[in-house]
């Protein structure tokens, strides 16, 4: 059940839910549904006993690694960092893990940011493979990167060209939004309308 929770990005709270509930029940009488708890403890007991082997895998299979790191805010306030390493093995094979999401102490400086991904570097042994990291364009992660002695900062292209397009639609966006308008009222008038009419 946990595997499924995390697989399918399913929130913890499903376990609470009576129909849920019911429904493993029918189709196992004798499972003991955990609770939200239960659910936690069992996603922290297997990353805490899964971190050693992945460490050394890394150790083993990799010469340099680059990882890829966003930061957001969440509805309270609470920054976090996410982490993500990549390498190639000897075999060519491209391997992709999720290293940590951490919480940020406010305020969200460059200073802060570098604090956390020295940090998590330290925690996974991987302050010396490291060659690049991979970020938005925001000028707290860039400086945080460039803080970091023997690691290069890489702009994220899809970041780029998102902020591009953006800027590319400034001009229009009066149009844009002028043909947003049309075609609601449009739905709107055409919804009480047949979509045929037979003479």
């Known amino acids: 059940m946990t595997n499924w929770i995390i697989e399918d990005l399913q929130p913890l709270y499903v376990v609470q839910s009576p129909s849920f509930r019911k429904l493993i029940n029918e189709l196992d009488s004798g499972f003991i549904m955990p609770d939200e708890k239960g659910i936690k403890k069992v996603i922290a007991d297997t990353y805490n006993s899964t971190m050693p ?3 050394e895998k890394i150790r083993v299979e990799s010469k340099s690694v680059s990882l890829t790191t966003d930061m957001w ?6 920054g ?3 982490i993500t390493c990549s390498y190639i093995d000897s075999k060519f094979t491209l391997h992709e893990i999720t290293l940590t999401v951490n919480y940020v102490r406010y305020p969200h400086t ?3 940011s570098t604090e956390s991904v020295e940090e998590i570097l330290e925690d996974w042994k991987l302050r010396e493979k490291v060659f690049v990291i991979t970020t938005d364009n925001a000028a707290n992660m860039k400086k945080a990167v460039s803080n970091m002695n023997a690691i290069e900062w890489q702009g994220c292209n899809a970041h780029t060209l998102q ?3 953006g800027k590319g639609l400034v001009p229009v966006k009066v149009l844009v939004k002028r043909c947003d308008t049309w075609f609601s009222t449009l739905f709107v008038k055409s919804e009480s309308l047949p979509l045929f ?3």
Do not use: D, K, V
């Not at 805010?73 to 609470?78: E, I, N």
């Open 53 to 55: 082997a992945l460490i």
């Open 73 to 78: 805010t969440s509805r309270s306030g609470q």
């Open 80 to 82: 976090y960092i996410g």
């Open 110 to 112: 460059a200073e802060h």
């Open 163 to 165: 902020l591009i397009i």
């Open 197 to 199: 009419t037979y003479s």
